[in-house]
């Protein structure tokens, strides 16, 4: 019914910048929130950044300033521009979103396969 479809991620040196990409695809009437969760090894999953169809937009701490979250409602898209990425900034990068779908306006919580960031030298 739904997907999300992450892409953008790499291996990239500390200072570096990367940008990723989410895309709902499907049978989609409404989207909610929207954001990014990483998961390092060993570690819980976190959320980093997220949105509201509202425009209202959250960080975790330790990203604001470094990271930009956005989202072109057009194009049922998610992005996340991460600069001045550290070592520490290395996990899988998880897209989720809370969508409205055309069967029967169930509304239901959706993640995306996820992509690996790796901040190494």
């Known amino acids: 019914q739904v997907q999300l479809v992450e892409s953008g991620g790499g291996l990239v040196q500390p200072g570096g910048s990367l940008r990723l990409s989410c895309e709902a695809s499907?049978?989609?009437?409404?989207?909610?929130?929207m954001g990014w969760y990483r998961q390092a090894p060993g570690k819980q999953r976190e959320l980093v950044a997220s949105?509201?169809?509202?425009?209202?937009?959250d960080y975790a701490n330790g990203v604001e300033g470094r990271f930009t979250v956005s989202r072109d409602n057009a194009k049922n898209t998610l992005y996340l521009q991460m600069n001045s990425l550290r070592p520490e900034d290395t996990a899988v990068y998880y897209c989720s979103a809370d969508i409205q779908t055309l069967i029967w306006g169930v509304r239901n919580h959706y993640w995306g396969q996820g992509t690996q960031v790796t901040v190494s030298s």
């Open positions: 499907g049978k989609i009437l409404n989207i909610y929130f």
């Open positions: 949105t509201t169809s509202t425009g209202g937009i």
